[in-house]
Nanobody, 123 residues
Framework: QVPLVESGGGSVQAGGSLRLSCAAS??????MAWFRQTPGEERGAVAA???????PYTDSVKGRFSISKDNDENPLYLEMNDLKPEDTAMYYC???????????????????WGQGTQVTVSS
């Protein structure tokens, strides 16, 4: 499998910023994404990035979060700005062998997942 390891989570006050990283060893052209999940809720999509640099975002983070990756070393990043308490969640990186952008927001299409990193935003 493709190893995925997240880091960079932590506690921050509302309005602050965090940068999450995901170390990945798979092909750079895989579709990669960030998801988040809170207790009792389904895992929800945050953002994705295709091998050609297309970056869809869920509406609630547009203008605040930015996804990027290094195609040579395969790290995946999520820059989170103007954080809000509702952003509190466990954040996961994921990779899909199917590199098409369609249905990027569906957890079921991703083949590989990291263990998660906790983000807590206080008011």
């Amino acid at each position: 499998q493709v190893p995925l390891v997240e880091s960079g989570g932590g506690s921050v006050q509302a309005g602050g910023s965090l940068r999450l990283s995901c170390a990945a060893s798979g092909p750079a052209h895989y579709l990669m994404a960030w998801f988040r999940q809170t207790p009792g809720e389904e895992r929800g999509a945050v953002a994705a990035i295709t091998g050609e640099g297309l970056t869809p975002y869920t509406d609630s983070v547009k203008g605040r979060f930015s996804i990027s990756k290094d195609n040579d070393e395969n790290p995946l990043y999520l820059e989170m700005n103007d954080l809000k308490p509702e952003d509190t969640a466990m954040y996961y990186c994921a990779a899909s062998e199917d590199r098409r952008i369609w249905d990027w927001h569906l957890p079921s299409r991703y083949n590989y997942w990291g263990q998660g990193t906790q983000v807590t935003v206080s008011s």
